[in-house]
């Protein structure tokens, strides 16, 4: 079991994140017209609207609590929160964001494999994704039981040494995760796991969500609109003056679309 716990929490994150980095490089300079979400929405609306909105608020949020939780370094917050108390707000929020997402993919997961013109038209990576998605909310489901035998916060501050010694390159890192359960390096192994797909199925369009971004400092540009100005036309002798449509051009500034 050493042997395997050091390749897969020492060598596989480094393996998960390079494929992760490259490879959307890759796929971006090479297969821009698959760069997109590949929406279902025009096959059936209903399901997609409540699976695809609670999905997303709950991945996001727990994207960037685990984020935020395991590589700020424990000195941050020491004087504000204790690790116990840390744990017992990561518990609760994570538990809410994990009800939400995972009844979000399990919409998701039903729509696509019921319906039978979205079922047609799925790849076996859009249902091998959905299904990696379901099995990673449900086992950070689990974990929330396992971590209430351990509100001291101990393996919590474990968990974010190993995070930060893996991304500064430090040694060290597998040691951390010697009294992790099953269920927690199950979590861990889908998590780096799902970076490793990710430049390979629609996950993509992430990155595209987080460039948006930059569309609110874009330059206004000056278009043409199709408005008509009505102006008043000169009054002749002995008429009153009347208005006139006329066809004018108008230009204003717009973000272009």
Known sequence: MKALDAFLFGTYPYICLVVFFLGSLVRFDREQYTWKSDSSQLLRAGQLRWGS??????ILFLFFGHTVGLLTPHFVYEPFVSPGSKQLM???????????????VTILLHRRLTEPRIRINSRAADIALLVLLWLQFAL?????HSSAQHLDGGLMMRFGEWAQRIVTFRGGAV???A?????????????????????FTR??????????VAYVWRPY??????????KAQPA??????????????????????
């Open 140 to 144: 950070g489901l689990v974990t929330i």
């Open 53 to 58: 909105n609670l999905f997303h608020v709950g």
């Open 236 to 257: 002749r002798a002995g008429e009153p003056a009347g208005p006139m449509a006329q066809p004018v051009p108008d230009f204003e500034p717009r973000r272009a679309a």
């Open 203 to 212: 996950l993509v369009h992430v990155w595209s969500g987080f460039a948006s």
């Open 179 to 199: 009294e992790a359960g099953l269920v927690f390096k199950l979590h861990m192994f889908l998590g780096m796991t799902i970076f490793l797909v990710f430049p």
């Open 175 to 177: 040691e951390q995760l």
């Open 90 to 104: 990561a518990m609760a929020s994570g538990g809410i964001a994990g009800l939400l997402g995972f009844a979000g």
């Open 221 to 230: 540009q000056v278009v043409r609109t199709k408005r008509r100005i009505v």
